[in-house]
Every structure is written in structure tokens, then in C-alpha cells.
């Protein structure tokens, strides 16, 4: 650092800066995110006291990160799985189901297919009487498959191509079941 930039920040504040410095400051608290560091210089720890609670958390087994949020199938995943070059391992449909019964067994159906080995489902909800709203099921199963229950068994769903269902028919790619948690 040169001694003009040395100079420049040794400057001590005026009457005015520090009242409005002051002023500014105020209510600012310090933010709990993140445990200060002890400084180079601080006092060393007695033996006899107990561990900082920093301490313990390290002790305590880590728990398991949270599968990811699925996430739209790739245009090149969905190619593939249009022309026939990755198989669609099982199907279910849920048509004339109530939410409830559907619910169940879409849950049901996705973690046997995980437990057999299947890579990639078609879950046909069906379009619904009116194309404006769509069916019920066609709303609410994308929210099912997003739910943090299935997110060690989904990893991403999207429309199927036309010759599976089109609108009225999901893709679902299965995560693996050692992948899981």
C-alpha cells in the first residue's frame, strides 16, 4: 500500500460524519448466519469449561442432505425416450380414480418401480373433461410428484410425447434406488 493510500484511510471521521455514521448504524445487529471466528488474539480456553456449542454440532451425525427438486426431463432424455431408445419401464393410470386413492397409489407404483430397477414411468392422468382447466388429476399430480416425500424417488417428469398420451400423460424419471438418500 503507498503512503497516499495509507493517508487516505487514516483520516479520522468529522463531528458531522460520526453523528450521521452513528446515526446509520443504529438498529444494525449483528447477523446470526455465520459464528464469528475467534481472533488471533483472544484468551485460550479453559480446560474445565464446557465445549462451545460450535463443538457439539460436530459431534452430532450429519443428517442426510435432502434429495434435489425434480426437475423438467431434458429435450435429449425426452428424445430418446420418443423414439423408442430408452425404454419406458411401467406404466400406471389413474383414470377414473378419486385424488386421495390416485394419490396412494401413484406413490405406491413410483417406489416399486425405483425397487424393481425402472428408469423411466408414463403416469397417464388423463386430459380432463374441458381442454381450458383440465382434469383434476392433471393438476395436481405434477404437485404429488415435486412433493418432498417422492424426492428420493423422482428426479424429473414431463409431458409424454403424443403416441404415449401427450397432454394427458407424464413421463417420470426414477432415481435410482442407491442414489436414494
Not at 27 to 41: G, H, L, N
Request: glycine letters at 8%; aromatic letters at 4%.
Amino acid at each position: 500500500m503507498s503512503e497516499e493510500n495509507s493517508r487516505r484511510y487514516a483520516r479520522r471521521l468529522s463531528q458531522a460524519e460520526a453523528e450521521l455514521w452513528m446515526t446509520v448504524t443504529a438498529d444494525v445487529r449483528p447477523s446470526r448466519a455465520r459464528p464469528k471466528k475467534p481472533s488471533p488474539a483472544a484468551p485460550a480456553v479453559d480446560a474445565g469449561a464446557p465445549p462451545p456449542t460450535a463443538a457439539i454440532a460436530h459431534d452430532r451425525p450429519a443428517t442426510p442432505k435432502p434429495a434435489p427438486r425434480p426437475i423438467d426431463i431434458d429435450p435429449r432424455t425426452f428424445s430418446k425416450i420418443k423414439r423408442g431408445r430408452l425404454e419406458v419401464d411401467a406404466k400406471l393410470d389413474l383414470h377414473g380414480m378419486r385424488q386421495a386413492e390416485a394419490q396412494r397409489s401413484l406413490t405406491a407404483f413410483l417406489r416399486r418401480c425405483q425397487a424393481n430397477g425402472a428408469r423411466v414411468a408414463i403416469v397417464v392422468t388423463g386430459k380432463g373433461l374441458t381442454r381450458d382447466e383440465g382434469g383434476v388429476l392433471r393438476r395436481v399430480v405434477p404437485m404429488w410428484l415435486e412433493a418432498p416425500n417422492l424426492r428420493d424417488v423422482v428426479v424429473g417428469f414431463g409431458e409424454a410425447a403424443r403416441h404415449h398420451g401427450g397432454e394427458g400423460a407424464l413421463y417420470v424419471r426414477i432415481r435410482r434406488a442407491d442414489r436414494a438418500r
